[in-house]
Nanobody, 118 residues
Framework: QVQFVESGGGLVQPGGSLRLSCSVT????????WGWYRQAPGKKRDLVAL???????TYSDSVKGRFSVSRDNATNMIYLHMNSLMPEDSARYYC????????????WGQGTQVTVSS
């Protein structure tokens, strides 16, 4: 059974930074592309960052230049480094193997809440 445990969220002021972590278990981690998604209240879940098996990364326009995704195949971890945070980045953040812009391959974890506010 594949499980995700996201952590690292919190309350941060506009312009601040956070690093999110995602622990993945129950799968051959190195065989998959991985993504970070976010979902704000009343909105659908959106893919914001993707990292491939070959370490190539892509980002949504809303976070490009501010967020950076990385992976560690030795520890089955995915990271999202978030800089220059804005109030519109406030959302619950999740990780999964992407099957689409809103969908993941497996059941979702609990996510980690990011709130950007002064």
């Amino acid at each position: 059974q594949v499980q995700f445990v996201e952590s690292g969220g919190g309350l941060v002021q506009p312009g601040g930074s956070l690093r999110l972590s995602c622990s993945v278990t129950g799968v051959i981690f190195s065989s998959y592309n991985w993504g970070w998604y976010r979902q704000a209240p009343g909105k659908k879940r959106d893919l914001v960052a993707l990292i491939t098996k070959t370490d190539e990364s892509t980002y949504s326009d809303s976070v490009k230049g501010r967020f950076s995704v990385s992976r560690d195949n030795a520890t089955n971890m995915i990271y999202l480094h978030m800089n220059s945070l804005m109030p519109e980045d406030s959302a619950r953040y999740y990780c999964n193997a992407p099957t689409g812009l809103s969908d993941g391959l497996w059941d979702w974890g609990q996510g980690t809440q990011v709130t950007v506010s002064s």
